[in-house]
């Protein structure tokens, strides 16, 4: 039989592990706490930062009582603007036709400051809002164009047909959220 055993030499010397043993303690490991810890706090800074964009509170989990304050579930203000607003619609002068376009698209905007949506306009606030929670929100959103179409180009006036058709979905959203009787 033949002797390998000179062919390998199995032994080694034992000061290079423990000279990496002192690297790895003094020097790599700092260095991956150091990185974890940095990791961890991006990581948290992240998350605060999206985490109320993901999880944005939706008006269904507001009840009418407490987006108003009070005791009484709807706002008898509110609700005598919201009337005064379709009576705009009974007189179908082109001017009380627009007012009353204007004036829903604003209740509605107050309905959502008062239910805690942030945003500097409208749209913004709409924006917060799942599609998926509100059957009515492609027509707000449709019934908000005709709204700027009307502040913002001049000699803009809206059909019968039109704002009728536009307050009806602000109605319907409000009603869906329960800031005025109905659904």
Not at 19 to 43: C, D, E, H, K
Not at 73 to 100: G, M, V, Y
Not at 165 to 182: H, R, S, T
Request: aromatic share 10%; hydrophobic share 45%; proline share 4%.
């Amino acid at each position: 039989m033949i002797d390998i055993s000179p062919l390998f030499d199995i032994s080694f010397d034992m000061s290079w592990v423990s000279t990496l043993a002192l690297f790895w303690q003094y020097s790599i490991r700092s260095v991956i706490v150091i990185v974890n810890v940095i990791l961890v706090v991006l990581i948290l800074y992240l998350l605060i930062r999206i985490w109320p964009r993901q999880h944005r509170i939706t008006l269904l989990h507001f009840k009418p009582k407490s987006v108003f304050g009070g005791k009484k579930p709807l706002d008898r203000r509110f609700i005598h603007q919201w009337q005064n607003t379709i009576k705009r619609l009974s007189k179908p002068t082109s001017e009380n036709l627009r007012l009353a376009v204007i004036d829903a698209d604003g209740l509605v905007d107050t309905f959502l400051k008062k239910a805690g949506y942030k945003g500097e306009h409208m749209a913004d606030r709409l924006s917060g809002i799942v599609a998926d929670e509100v059957k009515s929100l492609k027509r707000v959103w449709d019934a908000h164009l005709l709204r700027n179409s009307l502040v913002h180009v001049p000699g803009s006036k809206p059909s019968m047909v039109e704002a009728k058709k536009a307050v009806a979905a602000f109605e319907d959203f409000l009603k869906e959220l329960g800031a005025l009787p109905g659904n």
